[in-house]
């Protein structure tokens, strides 16, 4: 005969790694599904893919520390993006701290031009970079949150946990403002 | 190129393209394995992940505060044990016509205590002395609380004598023959010798002799 006490404790354990084993499953396919998310918002800040991709572990890790209370995936997506962009703003002020060992011509994604494309589209990252810092974090994060996975409105609000219209207003504003940056820029460009 | 602004604004599908090269990267192939070995090298994480620690930590707390707490007010709340004493008496007509001997003689009987009372007052702390219950068309209880370290034998038998004349009518209580109760233990003071000390006995003689 067993002993009741041992068959409930060795059920109870049965029971955690079986609830363990679902929730690492779920981490699995939430890990999966929002990696680039991560990483691009990381990378937005850093422009570094090593140190994005750094942001985005310890952010992943994290998560799984708190995972039984962000097993909905907007929960989850939303709470990443946050916790990315955070930390992805305390790296990149310990790295300017630093002195800047950030090499922006090493981070612009490969292109598939030849010399004189490659070097025009260089050019044109970096002013759009340069435009970007020129944004507010508001409305930064807007435009980045927009701009990466083809988000519309209502994720980037359900991302920011904000309302629909402060994310319409405030990518509207960025998007002039980017706009306008970059025309200067270019302008600048072809004066020279 | 008049200076006030730019001269060909962009249009929106072209900067939705310059962002899409600009945040179109993909992460490392590596990098969701990275991320696996990282969160496997979390400790405890299974406990943590359940939520199993911050109950385990309120029951804890609360373990603590009842530790303290309870018996520190069941110690202020605990009842005094009670020691009852029920006397039930029979009040006769004409009892307060009897003559002092025979009133003396029917206390003694009342109050002496049976020993199977006696071994019910040790276990319960409940002195029942019943006197004729049959008898008694005026029977009364009148409980009293005792504390059984307090009360010597002498008291005891003191307080049953009034309590009885009380229910008798005969307040203040009838003088009783003092040699039908158990004699009691007189009160004696010794008279109190103070000697000299030493010193002060030496210095005085020494005085005396000058």
Redesign the interface.
């Known amino acids: 005969m067993h002993d009741p006490g041992e068959v409930a404790s060795r059920l109870h354990v049965w029971d ?1 790694l079986t ?2 084993r679902a ?1 690492a499953q779920e ?2 396919t939430r ?2 599904e929002s ?2 998310l991560a ?2 918002v990381a ?2 800040v850093l422009r570094n ?1 090593e140190d ?2 750094d942001v ?3 952010a ?2 994290k998560a ?6 962000l097993r909905d995936r907007d929960r989850f997506r939303a709470w990443l993006v946050r916790m990315t962009w955070r930390m992805a703003l305390d790296r990149q002020r310990s790295n300017r701290r630093r002195a800047a060992r950030e090499q922006p011509d090493s981070s612009v ?1 490969p292109s598939a031009g030849t010399d004189g494309n490659a070097q025009e ?1 260089r050019e ?2 970096e002013y ?2 340069r435009a ?1 810092d020129g944004l507010s974090e508001k409305l930064r994060v807007v ?2 949150l927009s ?2 996975q083809g988000h519309d409105v209502k994720e980037v609000a359900a991302l920011l946990q904000l309302p629909e219209g402060t994310v319409k207003s405030r990518l509207f504003a960025a ?1 002039q403002q ?3 940056a ?3 820029m ?2 600048d460009r072809s ?1 020279r | 190129m008049d200076g006030q602004g730019p001269q060909h604004p962009l249009s929106d599908s072209h900067l939705d393209r310059e962002l899409e090269s600009a945040f179109g990267i993909e992460p490392s192939p590596e990098f969701v394995a990275r991320v696996r070995t990282r969160v496997a090298s979390e400790p405890e994480r299974s406990w943590w992940r359940l939520g199993i620690v911050e109950p385990l930590f309120a029951v804890a707390i609360a373990g603590v505060v009842l530790a303290v707490v309870v018996p520190q007010w069941m110690r202020e709340n605990r009842p005094v044990p009670p020691v009852t004493l029920d006397v039930v008496s029979r009040r006769t007509p004409g009892a307060t016509e009897r003559s002092s001997s025979a009133g003396a003689r029917e206390l003694r009987e009342r109050l002496a205590v049976p020993p199977s009372a006696a071994r019910a007052f040790r276990e319960s702390r409940t002195l029942a002395i019943a006197v004729e219950p049959s008898q008694a068309p005026f029977a009364a209880e009148t409980p009293l609380q005792l504390s059984a370290v307090i009360f010597s034998e002498d008291e005891r038998q003191a307080l049953l004598a009034l309590v009885h004349a009380v229910e008798e009518g005969r307040v203040p209580p009838l003088p009783v023959a003092t040699e039908d109760f158990v004699a009691m233990r007189a009160l004696r003071i010794e008279p109190l010798v103070i000697e000299p000390l030493p010193q002060l006995a030496r210095l005085e003689e020494q005085g005396a002799t000058q």
């Open positions: 955690r609830v363990d929730l981490f699995e890990l999966v990696s680039t990483v691009r990378y937005s893919r994005a991709e985005a572990q310890e992943f890790a799984y520390r708190a995972f039984s209370q994604p589209q044109r990252a759009l970079w970007i435009i980045v701009s990466i998007r980017l706009k306008e970059l025309s200067w270019a302008r004066i």
